[in-house]
């Protein structure tokens, strides 16, 4: 069964360096999330990325987060310049949203970002 | 904005009964889906169990079921025969879909379900 994947599993970094997330949708999904889970916190929604463009992005979602979907098959986050509050798990989901719509997002298994 | 509330942070069960997590929602909104998703140790997000909100029948996946009062904005699961591996973070999470799918995922604070042998 096609699956979302993400690396690196665990990325640790210092404040203030910038990191890139990388994820793998499934191959014909055509909406792209990413969303964040602050330890022992809910889940909380980013942004949304569909056509190769943001459609829509949270509060969370300032000058220092990017997106992009720089060839067919990877999609990435990147901030700019870390800080300690940004230490979370982040998720990367897609969204077929053709045939029979189900609005199941998938998940992938997250990448741990731990700022030092 | 949408806001989706779990009330039990944390419930314990013995093996093989039934349980039910609660959670509600506040919405305008009229075209929408709900979700529950597990989270167990790993951290994964696995998806339980979806509801569409123009669907009155209530949704079923095997041993899991919801109670989904729309009138209400209430949105519970219930879990048969609980098993060891059923235990996990669960969240319950609202969608609205009527910008197809550009809105993400709104997440209540989730539900610490622990099954006792």
């Known amino acids: 069964e096609p699956e979302v994947t993400q690396t690196p599993s665990h990325q640790v970094t210092q404040m203030g360096q910038e990191v890139i997330l990388r994820c793998v949708p499934i191959?014909?999904?055509?909406?792209f999330y990413w969303y964040r889970q602050i330890l022992g916190q809910k889940v909380e929604f980013l942004v949304s990325?569909?056509?190769?463009?943001?459609?829509?992005k949270s509060e969370i979602f300032d000058d220092q987060f990017s997106v992009e979907r720089p060839d067919g098959s990877n999609f990435t986050l990147k901030i700019r310049s870390t800080k300690l509050e940004d230490s979370a798990m982040y998720f990367c989901?897609?969204?077929?949203?053709?045939?029979?719509?189900?609005?199941?997002?998938?998940f992938g298994p997250g990448t741990r970002l731990t700022v030092t | 904005a949408q806001t989706v509330t779990q009330s039990q942070p944390e419930m314990s069960v013995q093996e093989a009964e039934t349980v039910t997590l609660s959670c509600t929602y506040d919405?305008?909104?009229?075209?929408?889906?709900l979700f529950w998703y597990k989270q167990p140790p790993s951290r994964q997000m696995i998806l339980v169990i979806r509801?569409?909100?123009?669907?009155?029948q209530n949704a079923t996946e095997n041993r899991f079921s919801v109670n989904f009062q729309k009138a209400a904005k209430s949105f519970s699961l219930k879990i048969s025969d609980s098993q060891l591996g059923d235990t996990a973070m669960y969240f319950c999470?609202?969608?609205?879909?009527?910008?197809?799918?550009?809105?993400?995922?709104?997440f209540g604070k989730g539900t610490h379900l622990i099954i006792q042998p």
């Open positions: 999470a609202f969608m609205d879909t009527s910008g197809g799918g550009a809105d993400g995922l709104t």
């Open positions: 990325f569909y056509n190769n463009e943001i459609s829509e």
């Open positions: 191959s014909n999904h055509l909406y």
């Open positions: 989901a897609s969204l077929r949203l053709s045939g029979r719509v189900t609005y199941e997002q998938y």
């Open positions: 509801q569409e909100a123009y669907k009155q």
């Open positions: 919405t305008s909104e009229s075209n929408y889906y």
